[in-house]
């Protein structure tokens, strides 16, 4: 489906394109379609050319890297935001896929577009390099995080990631499996640490579908952890 207009979307302003003027919309928004997609869609597929820059609108993704003996979620992304926009501009084939955790609307420009938008347009070339240090700056956060942490930490981490920054809310879905691609452990230990903070009354789970009853216990185990 085509977009309908840049000019006047509510994400723009969360975008580098904030900076442009009704020209650059306009071309930005005659090389742009939309697309909206369920959930457990591949936005765009690993060893893949990566030809487009994708914004998220609505919605949640996961940066998937598959390997050979197990794969590895590196990053969750809630909208509105860029999806992997380094390697859509750094590289010719994605080192990794996006795939929809929740029903999700995509924004899909042609990457030649944003390659002329940087080079005439500094300030949107500034607000590029910004949106890729932040998120260089939290990719280090994360790593140090859990190289520090033990198992029930990380665990403890993800799921207070997921209700404070991903869902934004006390309930939300993740099976054990993304726990597992997420922190680099198994699911059986992943599930041992799901079943002791059950008992603790620390969440409650139904299916796949967990509610934070204890935040404050959460998050102290985080930091300890």
């Known amino acids: 489906m085509n977009i309908d207009c840049c000019e006047f979307c509510n994400a723009k302003n969360y975008t580098a394109a904030k900076v442009l003027n009704n020209n650059e919309l306009g071309e930005l928004q005659k090389n742009t379609v939309r697309l909206q997609l369920g959930e457990g869609v591949e936005v765009f597929k690993q060893n893949t050319e990566s030809a487009n820059v994708y914004y998220l609108n609505e919605g949640i993704v996961k940066l998937t890297m598959f390997g050979i003996h197990r794969d590895k979620i590196i990053k969750i992304i809630n909208s509105p935001n860029y999806i992997g926009l380094a390697a859509t501009l750094g590289s010719n084939v994605f080192g990794f896929s996006a795939i929809t ?125």
Do not use: P, W
């Open 101 to 225: 955790i929740t029903q999700s609307s995509v924004c899909v420009t042609k990457k030649e577009t944003y390659n002329n938008l940087i080079s005439n347009n500094s300030a949107f070339s500034i607000e590029i390099i910004k949106h890729l240090s932040n998120n260089e700056l939290n990719q280090y956060n994360t790593c140090v995080c859990l190289l520090q942490q033990n198992l029930t930490g990380r665990v403890a981490s993800c799921l207070l990631n997921y209700s404070r920054n991903i869902y934004k809310k006390e309930k939300f879905n993740i099976n054990r499996k993304d726990i597992s691609d997420i922190i680099g452990q198994t699911r059986e230990n992943i599930s041992r640490v799901m079943s002791q903070f059950t008992k603790d009354g620390i969440i409650n789970i139904v299916g796949n579908e967990i509610t934070v009853l204890d935040i404050n216990r959460l998050e102290e185990i985080s930091k300890i952890g």
